[in-house]
């Protein structure tokens, strides 16, 4: 790489080395403008200037438990994200691809960054309205800091909200945004943040008891559901970011799915509906379909990059606090 080159590459933190962390550092591993030089999980972190080796961070992470083990790169620590973040060593832009367990586990995450004086892009791919709506609260504190954060920037919230406001643009009236996400994984253990959140939207359990359950109990609800999780009504952040883009009020998005953790095959195509009236008074509906060889890793870290490629832009033209995946166009990264 020569120095132009080098000026130009985002340097690139992911936080929360799980299923989407270690689907973010192979997706990385293939792109030329963005390098992966932090990793951090709840044991430890590990920064290399010059890039991370993807394949030794997996092997490390799986084997070990930990990043922090990776020599001669890594650092054990139960303080993982304040220790990189307190090292100072040059990162562009941080995704966290991290539990919103508590519900304001990401926000916390984002005050640490803020009282650390790091200044940079940060990305989420956060589900939950009321967690979007501690984000979006943030913003002065966020501007005052230099630091500008991409909100709800993964699959849903995220690339179909996305689609939705681009649709929305068709109509002159909004009546309703309907998204609905198929889901296909081999084993829950793949993605144990993303199953427990997802366990907190049914019935009877909240964020609170799907946090504190067990994986054995975890196990036994899959057993009786044959490993499928069905969704609806789900408190999903599309409703607050759709509803902040002032393209329609949250009382008309829905957000439901199948999840499905004991097959890769997705148990039904995921989609957003955006149905509306024309200036002629038409009432139409698009539809936007994921294709099903998609994975959810792919659409939630491609755009989640796309985001923080945009936020960089804005960075670096000092616009600052916080913006939605329904605000901001993502860039492709090379
Ligand atoms: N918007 C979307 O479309 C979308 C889709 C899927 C998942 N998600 C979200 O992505 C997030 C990650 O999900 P996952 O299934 O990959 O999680 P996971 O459970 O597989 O991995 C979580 C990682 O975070 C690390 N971690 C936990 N606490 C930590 C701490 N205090 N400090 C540092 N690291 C810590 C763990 O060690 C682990 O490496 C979840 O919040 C999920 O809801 C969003």
């Given at each position: 790489m020569n120095t132009e080159q080098a000026n130009k590459t985002i340097r690139v933190g992911v936080l929360g080395f799980g299923g989407l962390g270690q689907a973010a550092a192979k997706l990385l591993a293939a792109k030329r403008e963005m390098i992966l030089v932090a990793a951090a999980d709840q044991k430890g972190y590990a920064y290399a200037a010059e890039g991370l080796n993807t394949q030794e961070c997996i092997a490390t992470y799986q084997s070990q438990g930990s990043v922090g083990y990776l020599e001669p790169v890594g650092t054990l620590s139960n303080n993982s994200i304040q220790d990189l973040i307190a090292t100072s060593q040059p990162v562009d832009g941080y995704f966290l691809a991290l539990p919103n367990l508590p519900n304001d586990f990401i926000p916390s995450?984002?005050?640490?960054?803020?009282?650390s004086g790091w200044r940079g892009v940060l990305v989420d791919a956060i589900k939950r309205t009321s967690a979007v709506e501690q984000l979006l609260a943030m913003k002065e504190e966020l501007q005052a800091a230099g630091i500008t954060y991409m909100t709800g920037c993964g699959a849903t919230p995220g690339l179909l909200t996305a689609a939705a406001a681009l649709a929305a643009q068709s109509y002159a009236e909004i009546h309703k945004v309907e998204i609905t996400f198929g889901v296909g994984i081999a084993n829950w253990e793949?993605?144990?943040?993303?199953?427990?959140?997802?366990?907190g939207h049914m019935p009877g359990y909240t964020v609170e008891t799907a946090r504190a359950m067990t994986d054995a109990e975890v196990e036994a609800l899959l057993d009786k559901t044959n490993g499928v999780l069905t969704l609806e009504n789900m408190e999903h952040a599309d409703d607050v970011m759709l509803e902040v883009a002032g393209i329609v009020g949250r009382d008309r998005v829905t957000v439901g799915g199948v999840v499905d953790t004991r097959n890769p095959k997705k148990p039904l195509s995921t989609n957003v509906k955006v149905t509306g009236r024309t200036f002629e008074g038409k009432i139409s509906t698009h539809t936007f379909t994921l294709g099903d060889e998609t994975s959810m890793a792919a659409n939630v870290c491609g755009p989640a990059f796309g985001y923080l490629k945009a936020g960089r832009q804005l960075h670096q033209r000092g616009i600052h606090g916080i913006f939605t995946a329904a605000e901001i166009m993502p860039q492709f990264v090379k």
């Open positions: 995450v984002a005050k640490q960054f803020i009282e793949a993605y144990r943040a993303t199953v427990r959140e997802d366990i």
